[in-house]
């Protein structure tokens, strides 16, 4: 046999590398984007996590949205010690409650969404942000439970709501604990609407699965980012089940403003700005500059 062809042969056919043994890409001083442009990080983040290149909107979670909406990073989190148990005792490849451990380590987080309430362009602000970084930003009693809460705490105040979506969809491992979440949020909103106080729904990369059949869907007025995914099951799940071959582009924030899911799409620059102006319109008031 040719001794040169035994570099080009594995010894052990698949990945041997365990799933814990895996590392995250360090964060370095580099951010290599889709396109295959390079950017600075620092660079990354003085330009709203959004590539000058090619404009491609980096996925980024509730610290870099907070700084983003409100004035000088200054708000009170709300319900930020909430935690998620595991009633059910659910088993996959781990226990939940491990995974909920080794998720709430990795990340720094208590579960998939922050709430707040702080200053944007100098009015009081209600925001509940998902962090995809979290389980997949997947919805469970925890994230249904402090998003309920936080609208709560908006119609109490009389303050707009400001819901940021990125989530691959209901909590597989809450079953239908989580899927109450769906009813419980919808419900909460229609109270919002009753006591006729503003709700922003921002639709980011990725929206789907039971976020979308819910409070992402139920905004006042539905915004997102240019090129974010959205959709209820996702474009490969839906190609495989109808056997048909999907439109260019199909399930981006354009596609879908396009057939009337979306009332604008923003560029993440402008995102303060652009909220508190449809905040001022649909509250009739002087509009802040």
């Known amino acids: 046999m040719d001794m040169s062809s035994a570099w080009f042969k594995r010894k052990e056919k698949g990945i041997q590398t365990a799933t814990e043994e895996k590392k995250d890409t360090p964060r370095g001083l580099w951010y290599k984007t889709p396109t295959g442009k390079i950017v600075e990080s620092e660079e990354l983040a003085q330009n709203f996590y959004v590539s000058p290149e090619d404009d491609y909107h980096v996925r980024i979670g509730s610290k870099e949205y907070f700084e983003i909406l409100f004035d000088d990073n200054k708000f009170k989190e709300l319900d930020e010690k909430l935690t998620a148990k595991d009633p059910l005792r659910f088993v996959d490849s781990k226990k939940y409650s491990d995974r909920l451990k080794a998720a709430q380590k990795k990340t720094g987080l208590k ?61 597989m491992m809450e079953a239908a604990l989580s899927l109450m979440q769906l009813a419980k949020t919808s419900a909460k909103l229609a109270q919002l609407a009753e ?17 979308t059949a819910s409070y992402a869907m139920l905004g006042d007025i539905n915004i997102s980012e240019p090129g974010a995914l959205i959709g209820f099951a996702g474009p490969r799940v839906v190609k495989d089940t109808t056997g ?25 620059k402008d995102l303060k700005k652009k909220i508190n102006l449809y905040i001022d319109l649909i509250t009739n008031q002087p509009v802040r500059n």
């Open 111 to 171: 579960d998939a969404v922050r709430t707040a309430i702080g200053k944007s362009m100098g009015k009081d602000l209600v925001v509940a942000c998902m962090d995809f970084s979290f389980i997949g930003g997947s919805m469970g009693s925890v994230v249904g439970e402090k998003i309920a809460r936080a609208i709560d705490h908006a119609k109490k105040k009389k303050v707009p709501f400001v819901m940021i979506s990125k989530s691959g969809g209901a909590r």
């Open 195 to 211: 006591a006729k106080v503003p709700y922003i729904s921002l639709c980011t990369d990725p929206t789907t699965g039971g976020t």
């Open 244 to 268: 048909q071959e999907l439109p260019e582009g199909f399930q981006t924030a354009e596609f879908v403003k396009e057939h009337g899911f979306l009332d604008f799409i923003s560029h993440r």
